[in-house]
T-cell receptor, first 113, second 113 residues
Framework: AQSVTQPDIHITVSEGASLELRCNYSYGATPYLFWYVQSPGQGLQLLLKYFSGDTLVQGIKGFEAEFKRSQSSFNLRKPSVHWSDAAEYFC???????????FGTGTRLAVRP | NAGVTQTPKFQVLKTGQSMTLQCAQDMNHNSMYWYRQDPGMGLRLIYYSASEGTTDKGEVPNGYNVSRLNKREFSLRLESAAPSQTSVYFCASETGAGANVLTFGAGSRLTVL
């Protein structure tokens, strides 16, 4: 079975600073990879996904993520954080059908003015 | 607005009471899911329905039942609520077979006293 690790529970960055959220997965083959964002009191919204091909994927709200097979990682990045990016971010791994989607435990991002 | 609608948004129950969480989607998706979200544990799958008329257990099904009433609606029932079922519940639907891309509702916060 696949697993997902988000090693950072909380991260605080200053507005305008760059951001990198870490995600590592364990699976025998290349899975589908996702980042979702959850704003306070809201459901999860898909930021970006990787299925195959170019290992650098662009998402909404200026986010990008890079798939590194050798490191089993799919880290999320943003060059300049805005106060509205404060939220919880979930990495997820899928292996074909929705019931096989595994979520990480989340990273809560705070943004300093 | 197209999407996933959950009701109620908030509910307080006493131990032993029953209730049903309702979920409806208007995107003509085949697959629907119920998750629970607990601090530090990410999202865990309770039940899912790959198509109208079928339901299957997820990771944490004990204490819950589901009904896929039609293609649009997927309800989650707690027959005898326990404090351990205090959580935030999310319904989601999947865009297409094997795509693993989920659209989430806004969540239902349930407290069992």
């Amino acid at each position: 079975a696949q697993s997902v690790t988000q090693p950072d529970i909380h991260i605080t960055v200053s507005e305008g600073a760059s951001l990198e959220l870490r995600c590592n997965y364990s699976y025998g083959a290349t899975p589908y990879l996702f980042w979702y964002v959850q704003s306070p009191g809201q459901g999860l919204q898909l930021l970006l996904k990787y299925f195959s091909g170019d290992t650098l994927v662009q998402g909404i709200k200026g986010f990008e993520a890079e798939f590194k097979r050798s490191q089993s990682s799919f880290n999320l990045r943003k060059p300049s954080v805005h106060w509205s990016d404060a939220a919880e971010y979930f990495c997820a791994v899928g292996v074909g059908s929705g019931d096989k989607l595994t979520f990480g435990t989340g990273t809560r991002l705070a943004v300093r003015p | 607005n197209a999407g996933v609608t959950q009701t109620p948004k908030f509910q307080v129950l006493k131990t032993g009471q029953s209730m049903t969480l309702q979920c409806a989607q208007d995107m003509n998706h085949n697959s629907m899911y119920w998750y629970r979200q607990d601090p530090g544990m990410g999202l865990r799958l309770i039940y899912y329905s790959a198509s109208e008329g079928t339901t299957d257990k997820g990771e944490v099904p004990n204490g819950y039942n589901v009904s896929r009433l039609n293609k649009r609606e997927f309800s989650l029932r707690l027959e005898s609520a326990a404090p351990s079922q205090t959580s935030v519940y999310f319904c989601a639907s999947e865009t297409g077979a094997g795509a693993n891309v989920l659209t989430f509702g806004a969540g239902s916060r349930l407290t069992v006293l």
